[in-house]
């Protein structure tokens, strides 16, 4: 656990260093159109005009090729719809300036996540801390729910000598688990997101999650009906047993 921990923080720092030198327009909100914009001057004149030869998803393929940018004053820019950024992840732009028979080429990137912001390092430490301490919840919960025993108390020939109330606190401690991962599906999410940008990786637990969420209510709804029956079957040990009557 503790490897893993400093690989991330380190990776983190290094993928930091990475986005602050690396040419970048900014980081914008999945499915929301983003402005491509260009300044240019070439010795010492604004450039005649400027062309995107291409702007590539983070898998390489390319989402347009070829279109010329608007020109206003010395500022050039073309607006990508928002239905094209639909994957989480680092776009790549490219394109070249010209002024006469000079061509200056650029290339830039911008980032597309969920929220349309990259955390801090900071941030995701904090996010890792609260990842492993859910992590070890979930291990704790699991545990209990699997060792728990569900049957009643019985003596050494199998008769029921009393109620087991510990199948409650088993059905419980499966709820809690349950939710548990709820929550580490919800932060592999934002992990995949807004700091690695897989969106693979962020589809695969963003279905998970919705799968799991919608388990979950006709689950609950098990778990309650078990609690009852465990309770009227509990009762008609109770009142067996004080009127000592031998039950299996």
């Known amino acids: 656990m503790k490897k893993i921990f400093l ?4 990776s983190m720092f290094f993928l930091t260093l990475i986005l602050a030198s690396a040419p970048t327009l900014g980081t914008f909100k999945i499915n929301e159109e983003v402005e491509l914009k ?3 001057f070439i010795n010492g004149s604004i450039c005649e005009s400027c062309n995107l030869s291409s702007v590539t998803y983070p898998n390489s393929t390319k989402i347009i090729e070829s279109k010329t940018l608007t020109k206003a004053n010395s500022e050039f820019n073309y607006t990508l719809n928002g239905g ?3 994957v989480i992840g680092d776009y790549k732009v490219n394109g070249f300036c010209s002024y006469e028979d000079i061509a200056k080429p650029f290339v830039y990137s911008f980032q597309v996540t969920n929220t349309g912001t990259i955390p801090s390092t900071a941030e995701g430490i904090i996010y890792v801390i609260g990842a492993g301490f859910i992590f070890i919840l979930f291990l704790i919960s699991l545990y209990v729910t699997v060792t728990l025993p569900m049957g009643n108390k019985r003596n050494q020939i199998g008769e029921i000598i009393g109620v087991g ?4 606190f088993k059905l419980f401690a499966g709820i809690i688990t349950y939710l548990l991962f709820l929550f580490l599906l919800v932060i ?3 992990l995949s997101s807004n700091f690695l940008f897989l969106n693979e990786t962020y589809q695969f637990f963003n279905v998970t999650f919705l799968i799991f969420l919608v388990a979950f209510a006709p689950l609950l709804i098990c778990f309650i009906g078990l609690a009852i029956i465990y309770t009227i079957g509990d009762k008609k040990v109770l009142r067996g047993l004080a009127r000592g009557i031998r039950q299996r």
Request: hydrophobic share 40%; with cysteine; aromatic share 18%.
């Open 7 to 10: 690989i991330f923080v380190i």
């Open 38 to 40: 260009q300044s240019c």
């Open 84 to 86: 094209l950024i639909n």
């Open 165 to 168: 109330f510990s199948k409650y």
């Open 188 to 190: 592999g999410k934002s």
